[in-house]
């Protein structure tokens, strides 16, 4: 059974930081990555790694997101810093098993969702 757990989110003031945590069992996927939707709002690429350590970060998140796996523990991070109340929304973490679309920002792409985490970032 293939599961992704999402954890780490909550609420914080602007100027704050979270590390998201993504725990994965029952298989392992070329791409991890972290997508974020928001009431209202269209499901967002944030970042993605392959298990080989290559990553993308979206533009609005660059230099204050940064994404990273633990292939042992089959487990990915996404360390938030400077958190602005823009970034409030659940967060989730999704695979990839494909690896003709490594690191793919389109959501279709991904095979496996976790439930996500949700982060409110309060002004």
């Known amino acids: 059974q293939v599961q992704l757990v999402e954890s780490g989110g909550g609420l914080v003031q602007a100027g704050d930081s979270l590390r998201l945590s993504c725990a994965v069992s029952?298989?392992?996927?070329?791409?991890m990555g972290w997508f974020r939707q928001a009431p209202g709002k269209e499901r967002m690429f944030i970042a993605a790694?392959?298990?080989?350590?290559?990553?993308r970060h979206a533009d609005s998140v660059k230099g204050r997101f940064i994404i990273s796996r633990d292939n042992a523990e089959n487990t990915v991070h996404l360390q938030m810093n400077s958190l602005k109340p823009d970034d409030t929304a659940v967060y989730l973490c999704?695979?990839?098993?494909?690896?003709?679309?490594?690191?793919?920002?389109?959501?279709?792409?991904?095979?496996?969702w976790g439930q996500g985490t949700q982060v409110t970032v309060s002004s």
């Open positions: 999704a695979g990839d098993a494909h690896g003709y679309t490594m690191l793919s920002t389109v959501a279709t792409n991904y095979d496996a």
């Open positions: 790694m392959t298990s080989d350590g290559r990553a």
């Open positions: 029952g298989r392992t996927f070329i791409t």
